[in-house]
């Protein structure tokens, strides 16, 4: 059998944080693949033909020919790795630099991903009202946001003097803040950060991928429905808060 790459990428994805990161590089490099949307909404993404894509039954996966990529920083790093030749979006394997912006992904996987995912589960999707839950995730999302702010005061990008796929994978998290009602003014290098991002026409173009048909405007409007939701729990049998730990 042949090394990859196999110029034949079918991206597994939905309108998530994990699942704008791979597209994100796909577009910078102009790859040409194809989208597959996937339901979340009705667990598409637990069917037994998709967990033998990704066994963890998640989105984002990628599939080039038959080789198949799992775990959102994974695909990207395929993708760099086999089809960024130029290395204009990540650094030489083996270099220092490439350990560094490996470092600002694991940190994004490890912590601002998992963390800000609970925050956004305890602040609108969950089947109670939890102020304990609530604060302690939102309160470490900021302390993480606060890591990145102490980079980006002083520098444009995370890792070295260009944009790489550690700036995508952070930016599709952060960019989320304001869903937890946190001030990104207290942020303002990872504001100013995310605007220099956000002006990108490839991550114009990404975000409308997979198309959902949902303008921005809908999706702030499910997002305060489901705050409101939760919101709504407050005070009932549904409440957990525990207020001496707060
Ligand atoms: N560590 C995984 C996390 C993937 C993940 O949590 N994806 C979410 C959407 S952002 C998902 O598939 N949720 C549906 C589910 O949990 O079944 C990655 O980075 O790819």
Request: net charge negative.
């Amino acid at each position: 059998m042949s090394s990859p790459p196999y110029n034949a990428l079918t991206l597994y994805t939905a309108g998530t944080p994990n699942g704008l990161k791979p597209v994100l590089i796909l577009e910078e490099l102009g790859l040409k693949y194809d989208v597959k949307p996937i339901n979340i909404m009705t667990n598409e993404q637990k069917q037994d033909w998709y967990l033998d894509i990704n066994p963890n039954g998640r989105i984002p996966a990628l599939k080039d020919g038959d080789l198949r990529v799992f775990e959102s920083a994974a695909i990207m790093l395929y993708v760099t790795d086999l089809y960024d030749k130029e290395k204009q979006f990540t650094y030489d394997y083996g270099t220092a630099l490439y350990y560094e912006m490996l470092s600002w992904i694991m940190f994004q996987m490890g912590g601002i991903g998992p963390m800000q995912g609970q925050a956004n589960h305890f602040r609108a999707f969950a089947p109670v009202y939890s102020a304990y839950g609530i604060k302690r995730y939102t309160d470490e999302t900021k302390r993480l946001y606060g890591v990145l702010e102490i980079r980006l005061s002083k520098s444009d990008w995370l890792a070295g003097d260009k944009y790489t796929i550690a700036d995508m994978a952070n930016y599709s998290w952060t960019r989320g803040g304001p869903m937890l009602d946190i001030d990104m003014s207290e942020f303002p290098g990872v504001q100013k950060w995310l605007k220099r991002i956000e002006d990108r026409p490839a991550v114009q173009k990404a975000r409308k991928i997979p198309d959902t048909g949902r303008s921005e405007e809908d999706i702030q409007k499910m997002i305060a429905g489901a705050k409101a939701r939760v919101d709504a729990l407050m005070g009932t049998a549904k409440d957990e808060t525990v207020k001496d730990e707060l």
